[in-house]
């Protein structure tokens, strides 16, 4: 063999055990050593009395739910004993009382729902309950009842230990989903979400964020002001006091199921919104207890009253891209309520105010409408005469707009102008909490409602019709005439579900429009 062969392997052979007695045995040694200290740190803390992992988990038990009954002025509560939630809110309405949470879960503000609580004290505006974890843990939850609506919810958690020992993330449980008043199921699903508000950079105001059915994914935590559920008309949050929430997690669950077109196509999945507040892990020294307090709120959203509130409660009413015009109208019509005290009486004020403000605009097109019919016969011949010419036409009847003094452009322009005018009362109207159970005459006994026999969809549609009749111009194209004739049937088919405040509203304005075109057109006709 050669000898340099056997030095090079013998320098390896050296190298090799080198490597192993200097620096691969001592890693060993030390990967052990902490290995050792770390069984030994367990051991001496599961010999505490298995503190840290007694809180991780409520002491599980096979015993049965108990529920416990709570009344306010504004809800009959049942209160669970699996998490001391809020199994049942039953909301004095007043058409007739709501319960808002009537489908299967763990409660709304339920804390550790494998966790037997049991009540221990009850005054006239507050109940307490208590439970008893591993590792001589106790925690008691509070909940205070305001007459503002501001609530407290109160958790505090006392470590009767010698050791110290360290409290696990848990939860606050919202949903799965909110329900609402009788005449808003069937849009409760698309209505109802889970939100939070927060306080954007560079903004005035805070914005409220919104997760829809398809939002599945967790929601950031951060710097936000109160989070939770609702729909149209209820909201319910929480809104912790000087503790800090950890992140927000939300999901759609099946709530219950509707017949798909009168149950001829068998059932469908209604979902709804369910949203967990994440509550940040927290040590206890020997002895100590650790309070979070927090507000929250349940309730309807009165914007009156949301707006005397604090944390901006009252950003969770919507009232779309022309939101300044739609906070507007509704402070009008409050004050018109205020003078009548009937809210569709009100609703016709509005309308008529409206109307007033834009009368040159209403008149402008109407004049324009009515000169337009005028010229018709005269557009005819034009298009008969220069037919295959469309340079020369579209001159002659330039020429012919410029002798007549018609311009077609303003005719579109009041509709240009009520259009964001609807769009913010079709959203303040729909949202108005005011509205909901506020009768107008007869037959209307909620403005926030549909017509139930749809007499103002269909008074609406003939007076939109005979609108229509008088406007539209002797030897109008076929398709334009067309389009005139089922405009009316299709508005009044749209219309039919729509709340019938809003319904009232469009009446009032056809009604008004119609009257001043009838009394235009004869102006115009007795001056030719």
């Keep these: 063999m050669d000898r340099k062969f056997l030095l090079t392997a013998l320098f390896f052979m050296l190298l090799f055990t080198g490597y192993n007695q200097f620096v691969v045995v001592p890693r060993m040694q030390a990967e052990q050593k902490a290995a050792e200290e770390a069984l030994a740190k367990t051991q001496q803390e599961l010999a505490l009395s298995d503190t840290a992992s007694a809180v991780a988990k409520a002491k599980k038990t096979s015993l049965p739910e108990e529920l416990y009954s709570f009344q306010t002025p504004s809800a009959q509560i049942t209160f669970t004993s699996k998490g001391a939630g809020i199994k049942t809110y039953l909301f004095k309405d007043v058409l007739g009382d709501v319960d808002l949470t009537p489908y299967k879960g763990e409660g709304f503000f339920d804390t550790l729902p494998q966790a037997d609580f049991r ?17 001589g843990v106790s925690m008691q939850k509070t909940y205070r009842f305001h007459e503002n609506g501001i609530n407290d919810v109160n958790i505090t958690f006392t470590n009767q230990n010698k050791q110290e020992v360290s409290v696990p993330s848990f939860t606050f449980n ?58 149209r008309y209820f909201l319910s ?97 409050e004050t018109f309520y205020g003078w009548t005290g009937n809210y569709g009486v009100a609703i016709i004020m509005l309308t008529i105010l409206i109307q007033a403000l834009l009368f040159k605009f209403t008149l402008m097109s109407l004049k324009s409408s009515a000169k337009m019919k005028k010229i018709q016969p005269q557009q005819k011949r034009l298009q008969e005469k220069y037919k295959g010419d469309t340079q020369a036409f579209n001159r002659e009847l330039m020429a012919l707009y410029q002798k007549e003094g018609v311009n077609p452009v303003s005719g579109c322009l009041p509709m240009l ?94 009604l008004i429009t119609f009257g001043i075109q009838t009394i235009a057109n004869k102006k115009i006709a007795n001056a030719k």
């Design 417 to 510: 102008i009520q259009l964001p005018i609807f769009l913010a009362l079709f959203n303040a109207l729909r949202t108005s909490w005011s509205l909901h159970g506020a009768g107008f005459i007869w037959w209307i006994t909620d403005l926030s409602s549909k017509d139930p026999y749809y007499v103002l969809p269909i008074l609406m549609g003939a007076v939109m019709f005979f609108q229509q009749r008088s406007s539209m111009p002797a030897g109008m194209d076929p398709t334009q005439a067309a389009m005139f004739k089922y405009m009316p049937l299709i508005f009044t088919l749209m219309f039919m579900n729509f709340p019938s405040g809003l319904v009232l509203y469009w009446l009032t304005n056809s």
């Design 119 to 135: 009540e221990t004290k009850r005054t006239q505006d507050s109940i307490t309950f208590e439970t008893q974890l591993e590792a």
């Design 237 to 333: 949050v929480l809104i912790p006091q000087g503790w800090t929430a950890g992140a927000l997690h939300t999901k759609q669950e099946v709530v219950t199921t509707q017949k798909r077109l009168w149950g001829l196509m068998g059932t469908a999945d209604v979902k709804g919104p369910q949203m967990q507040i994440d509550v940040p892990q927290m040590t206890l020294q020997p002895g100590a207890s650790v309070e979070l307090k927090s507000h929250f709120y349940f309730g309807p959203k009165d914007y009156q009253t949301l707006e005397k509130l604090p944390y901006y409660l009252n950003r969770s009413i919507e009232f779309g891209f022309f939101g300044a015009l739609g906070r507007l109208a509704r402070n009008v019509l």
């Design 174 to 231: 919202f949903g799965p989903g909110i329900s609402t008043v009788k005449s808003e199921l069937k849009d409760n699903e698309r209505e109802s979400k889970a939100v939070y508000l927060t306080q954007e950079e560079g903004k005035k105001y805070p914005t409220l964020v919104k997760y829809g059915p398809k939002d599945d994914s967790p929601a950031s935590g951060k710097d936000w002001i109160w989070a939770g559920v609702q729909n």
